[in-house]
Nanobody
């Protein structure tokens, strides 16, 4: 069975940092496209970052230069390092794999940026 489990969210002050983790079971993250999404209160879910098969990365404009997506193949885990956090980054963050085996999401982890 496929499972994606996020962790690492929490409350952080503006300007602070968090690292989110997405632990995957049921398939290997190596060579697969993995993404991070977020949904803020009262807003639609939006795509945040993606890491491709060749470890190419893409980001929504709002997080470029602040967020970094990466993966550890040995731990079968995908990360989202978030720096210089802003109150507008407050959301539930979820990881996703959309591929030939199906469309899988984690349950999400809450990130709150507030003083």
């Amino acid at each position: 069975q496929v499972h994606l489990v996020e962790s690492g969210g929490g409350l952080v002050q503006p300007g602070g940092s968090l690292r989110l983790s997405c632990a995957v079971s049921g398939f290997t993250v190596s060579g697969n496209v993995m993404g991070w999404y977020r949904q803020a209160p009262g807003k639609l879910r939006e795509w945040v970052a993606r890491i491709g098969r060749g470890d190419t990365t893409e980001y929504v404009d709002d997080v470029k230069g602040r967020f970094t997506i990466s993966r550890d193949n040995a731990k079968n885990t995908v990360y989202l390092q978030m720096n210089s956090l802003k109150p507008d980054d407050t959301a539930v963050y979820s990881c996703r794999h959309l591929g030939s085996i199906g469309d899988y999401w984690g349950q999400g982890t809450q990130v709150t940026v507030s003083s």
